[in-house]
């Protein structure tokens, strides 16, 4: 017999588990409880304590919540991957897509101090930091790199003496300073570019870190950047944030030639095959007096089953018609009609279980 899991995302009603996976036979279904539905038939089922399926399943109240929109199959998020086995060094890039990310050395004194004054003082909590300088001969503009103590900051603004910087650059800690701190600039970076701040510390494991701060942080293209360490090398992956293939090119120029992506493109990406949603309707008036509900859905749904309880919560085997229109992508529950029918009234509750 085949049966087709519902998406295991945790547990279910009354701490049920809702499964994932691929069709397998009953056999194979671990506990009573379970909930399934069954491809042949499109009815919901649940396995009781004699190992029996029961159907239709007595009450799928709270389901919706639970699978509500998530993916069967969600794919695979394409990737690649940068081995940075090699210090880098200043001017040293990494491309990701339309983003061109720069190693800048912030280390040089600007010789110009935070004011020596009480007022100074900058705090670990305010961001954007605004630092007042000893006096407007700091040379400083929007878009350096500044560096107080070990934090790194980006100059957003200048005006006269008055510097205003996004804190906490580059992975760095925000952190308080006292006044009369030195501050230090960044060498400068390509046009266009991203600036990756640095200081002394130029090995795999800093220039990794730094990396993917500002990646996450700054990036134009919908990538996310992690970290992992794998020996005496460090690995920075970058993921697509959607399933499916991606053609998104990387590249890089380094000093040393053992810093190397491991591909030219994103690789490995799936797209999502399979969808489940559910959504619990309570009848309103006019729609009971109408004998017609109509529910939007935001996927073409390859099956739906429809579940109609009164508002005790016990079952309805309610003569409907279920219908599917694709522009606009609407589903459409309607009352039969005829002699001895169960329609559906208001303040009844129409679960929906649709997949694609």
């Known amino acids: 017999m085949d049966w087709f899991r519902i998406p295991r995302i945790g547990k279910g009603p009354k701490g049920r588990k809702i499964f994932d996976g691929k069709n397998i036979p009953i056999d194979s279904v671990s506990s009573p409880g379970d909930l399934w539905i069954d491809k042949k ?19 799928i109240r709270g389901l919706e919540e639970e699978v509500g929109g998530i ?24 491309t990701i897509g339309d983003d061109t990310y720069e190693v800048e050395i912030v280390n040089t004194d600007t010789t110009k101090n935070v004011a020596n004054k009480d007022e100074a003082v900058i705090d670990d909590n305010t961001n954007p930091a605004f630092i007042e300088m000893e006096d407007n001969e700091h040379g400083l503009k ?11 900051m980006l100059v957003l603004g200048v005006a006269d003496k008055f510097v205003t910087a996004s804190r906490g650059h580059s992975g760095t800690t925000i952190a308080a300073h006292v006044k009369n701190s030195d501050v230090y600039k960044g060498g400068g970076y390509g ?5 990756v701040g640095l200081v002394t510390t130029l090995t795999p494991a800093a220039a990794s870190a730094a990396l993917a701060s500002v990646i996450n942080a700054y990036s134009t293209e919908p990538v996310t950047a992690e970290v992992f360490e794998s020996g005496s090398n460090y690995l920075l992956s970058v ?18 030639a053992t810093n190397i992506w491991l591909g030219a493109t994103l ?3 799936t797209e999502p095959s399979k969808q489940v949603s559910t959504i619990k309707h309570i009848v309103g008036t006019d729609e009971g007096t109408a004998g017609e509900i109509y529910i939007p859905i935001g996927f073409a749904p390859e099956s739906i089953i429809v579940q109609v309880q009164d508002t005790d919560g016990a079952i309805k085997h309610a003569d ?13 529950v309607t009352n039969d009609t005829g002699d001895s029918v169960i329609n559906f009234e208001a303040t009844d509750v129409i679960t929906i279980v649709a997949y694609a």
């Open 41 to 59: 038939t499109n009815e919901l089922k649940q396995l009781d304590s004699s190992r029996k399926w029961r159907s239709p399943v007595s009450t």
């Open 71 to 94: 993916l069967y199959d969600k794919g695979v998020h394409a990737y690649q991957t940068l081995v940075l086995a090699a210090n880098v060094v200043e001017a040293d890039t990494v």
């Open 239 to 256: 993921t697509h944030n959607n399933a499916g293939p991606r053609d998104l090119e990387v590249d890089g120029t380094f000093n040393g």
């Open 191 to 195: 046009e266009g570019n991203i600036p």
């Open 267 to 269: 690789v490995g990406g």
């Open 142 to 152: 929007a878009g350096d790199l500044i560096r107080i103590d070990n934090e790194i």
């Open 320 to 332: 409907i018609v279920v219908s599917y229109s694709e522009d606009p992508s609407i589903i459409t």
